[in-house]
């Protein structure tokens, strides 16, 4: 610094009073410039060959690529003479390889150390077993997304001061670090869900680290290139750890909801009203837990409640309990699953759902049971073929068994409306192909 400072001081006032006092051909600025740049190389190459802490070589590597390139021979009053002179660079090319690698080594490293021991404080967290802290009242553990982001970032940061190659060398080194911490995250999760179950804060832990994920996210979303393969592998990480932590959130609800979904077979449809009233109130309890998860969590979780609480009413319908051989048998059938499926779908909407493309399912079997027109079943038929481009045979044919009035032939009609069973699932959100027929 010193050094620096005493060059552009003197050198500024060679140009300013000395310089006019020489004729031109003397080049009394050049002189001065090159004695001055001779002098400091060889004592940046004197420091860079002996030993260097890593905050030694930073500064070094910063005077070379920086401050004296950019602040002191871009000086307004120095620039235009020193473009004059070609005064070359502090360090030879091969020694400032030398350093940038030994700062990269250095850099790397210590990034990687401190995001090892900040996830080893954060599982030694969850062993403690106390509630974490709640912001906006949804449960978080912040400081690890923020620690783990703000030392990638940091770290990236400094490395472009020193310059734009050297940033992009690191930041090429630490894109790797993320993925492989995000898998050290993951295995930690799921050894702490396997064997912390009796933890008095277990579900709490798990949605602040579900909630966690959230930063992560947004971070590879707003950062990282939309084809870079890192970035992939970083979301794919945490939707594994989203999933894993809904599916423990989820069990304890599905488990309850089953015994009550087979009332509605064992009834005959007859107290389907109570039934679904039953279901509700048994998943509004659960559904206050989840609004501790942050906003795109919580309407993830309630999707996947809505879409299970669809498919477990299909699946009863396709159970072949039921088979009703008058249309006015039908058309009280159907007018129980109208009101069902508008009673769910009010649920799930007033809670935030938005699987908006689940609310057509229940009431277009409904209209195939009501309907009793050949044609018209076959219309209504293909319209829901169209929705849920994933029904099969199968499952269309087992639903028909409610309507015991259709003969052989009626039915081998209907069903030639529906792809063969044996054909792919096309692409979209299943609802079908994720039920099996008995």
Not at 93 to 116: G, M, V
Not at 314 to 328: F, G, M, N, Y
Not at 347 to 358: E, I, R, V, Y
Request: glycine fraction near 2%; charge should be neutral; include cysteine.
């Amino acid at each position: 610094l010193h050094m620096g400072k005493t060059m552009k001081e003197d050198l500024t006032v060679v140009v300013r009073y000395i310089k006019q006092l020489y004729p031109p051909e003397f080049n009394v600025f050049g002189t001065y410039a090159e004695l001055y740049h001779n002098y400091f190389a060889s004592q940046a190459k004197k420091n860079a060959e002996s030993h260097l802490e890593d905050k030694d070589v930073y500064l070094l590597l910063s005077w070379v690529h920086n401050i004296y390139p950019k602040d002191m021979r871009k000086d307004h009053v120095l620039a235009e003479e020193l473009e004059k002179v070609k005064l070359g660079s502090l360090l030879p090319s091969s020694l400032s390889k030398e350093l940038e690698k030994k700062y990269l080594d250095s850099e790397e490293a210590t990034i990687k150390n401190s995001l090892s021991k900040c996830l080893d404080k954060e599982i030694q967290r969850w062993k403690e077993d106390e509630e974490p802290e709640k912001l906006n009242g949804h449960f978080q553990s912040e400081l690890l997304a923020i620690f783990v982001i703000q030392s990638v970032y940091s770290g990236q940061k400094r490395a472009k001061e020193i310059s734009v190659a050297v940033g992009e060398e690191l930041s090429h080194r630490l894109s790797k670090e993320l993925p492989a911490f995000l898998k050290s995250y993951k295995d930690a999760f799921e050894d702490f869900k396997e064997k912390s179950k009796k933890h008095r804060y277990y579900k709490p832990i798990l949605i602040a680290n579900i909630n966690n994920c959230w930063n992560f996210r947004d971070y590879a979303e707003k950062n990282m290139a939309e084809m870079d393969d890192d970035k992939a592998a970083i979301l794919s990480t945490l939707g594994d750890i989203e999933n894993s932590g809904f599916e423990v959130l989820l069990q304890q609800l599905f488990a309850q909801l089953k015994p009550i979904y087979k009332k509605f077979t064992e009834n005959k449809w007859d107290s389907s009203n109570e039934i679904m009233n039953e279901i509700i109130k048994t998943t509004s309890k659960h559904i206050s837990d989840f609004r501790t998860l942050k906003d795109p969590f919580y309407h993830a979780i309630v999707d996947k409640v809505h879409a299970r609480l669809v498919k477990e009413y299909i699946v009863r319908l396709l159970k072949r309990k039921v088979s009703l051989k008058t249309p006015a048998q039908q058309q009280n059938l159907a007018q129980h699953i109208s009101k069902n499926a508008a009673d769910l779908e009010a649920f799930c909407t007033s809670n935030g759902s938005q699987a908006t493309w689940l609310n057509s399912a229940l009431p277009k079997l409904a209209e195939i049971i009501r309907l009793q027109d050949l044609g018209a079943i076959k219309i209504e038929v293909a319209t829901l073929a169209t929705t849920y481009p994933d029904i099969r045979k199968r499952h269309l044919e087992a639903f028909l068994y409610i309507k015991a009035n259709l003969s052989r032939g009626e039915l081998k009609s209907i069903l030639g409306y529906l792809a063969d069973s044996t054909a792919s699932t096309p692409p979209g959100a299943p609802l079908f192909s994720n039920i099996n027929v008995s």
